[in-house]
């Protein structure tokens, strides 16, 4: 790559440019690349922050949410004065000051399907697609919403594009993150999702600590960033657990569910 970091470029992310893997090729990776942020809650407005400071290209904001008084307490990147505005504008709004350099794109619509194949046989996945955005132009999506009806959606749509998917979740002092790379022999998340069944809560019922979304969405973003360069090891393949209560962090293998729907349809 030809691309040279200008001189303020290079004083802005120079401590990113020190670090041998990362270096300017990293940045210049970095810098020409897309992530879909879903959800400007707790997970999002952390994630987005960093990827917005660190370099990224261009940022997709999806929310169709406004924000009330109730997020203030850990979606930082929302203010008292942006009480009623759209998440993903207020969103936008602060992220731009913190760097004007980054391409920010709000989506301020209910995230639509669109599903344009039906399997022939009922049992494989549809061909689907979210109508605001050309997944397969995502070189990753970042999913920072709060059911599990939009993971799963998500899920399903990033495997139709093998557009890599990096999974956060919090609620009391609880979190788990998870990078499904979407390449063959790999689980999904729905492999992980099984597990859950009926009884997800959301943080609205059962509550969550602020700092707890800031340490989930900052993996997040760590973790983008390790998708866009290749630098480092990626979380593909395993989930990382978080107890808040304890200070404690564990990681298990994700095994392929032999018979999930979305990763394992074909024959
Ligand atoms: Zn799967």
């Not at 169709?64 to 009480?83: C, I, K, M, P």
């Not at 397969?136 to 990033?158: F, G, H, I, M």
């Not at 859950?196 to 973790?223: R, W, Y």
Request: charged content about 20%; glycine content about 10%.
């Amino acid at each position: 790559m030809n691309k040279v970091l200008s001189r303020a470029q290079q004083s802005r992310y120079g401590r990113q440019l020190l670090l041998p893997q990362f270096g300017f090729d990293g940045q210049e990776t970095l810098s020409t690349s897309t992530a879909l942020i879903v959800g400007l809650g707790g997970l999002g407005c952390a994630a987005a922050q960093y990827l917005a400071a660190s370099g990224i290209g261009r940022l997709l904001l999806a929310d169709f949410d406004n924000v009330e008084l109730s997020n203030l307490q850990r979606q930082v990147l929302h203010g008292d004065a942006d009480l009623g505005k759209n998440k993903a504008e207020s969103a936008a709004q602060a992220l731009a000051a913190i760097n004007p350099h980054v391409e920010l794109v709000p989506l301020i619509e209910r995230i639509e399907v669109e599903r344009v194949e039906v399997a022939s046989d009922g049992r494989g996945i549809a061909k689907i697609g979210i109508t605001q955005v050309d997944i397969s132009k995502v070189d990753v999506v970042v999913d920072c919403s709060d059911n599990l009806a939009t993971r799963e959606l998500l899920n399903e749509v990033c495997y139709q594009h093998q557009t890599p998917l990096v999974s956060g979740a919090a609620i009391r002092m609880e979190g788990q993150v998870a990078v499904f790379p979407m390449t063959p022999g790999a689980p999904c998340y729905q492999c992980l999702s099984r597990h859950f069944g009926e009884q997800e809560l959301s943080c609205v019922e059962a509550g969550v600590l602020a700092p707890l979304v800031g340490i989930i969405g900052s993996m997040q973003a760590l973790e983008a960033i390790k998708v866009l360069t290749g630098v480092g090891k990626t979380l593909a393949g395993r989930l990382l657990l978080f107890d808040g209560a304890y200070g404690e962090w564990q990681s298990f293998g994700l095994p392929v569910w032999s018979d999930c729907l979305v990763c394992q349809n074909a024959s």
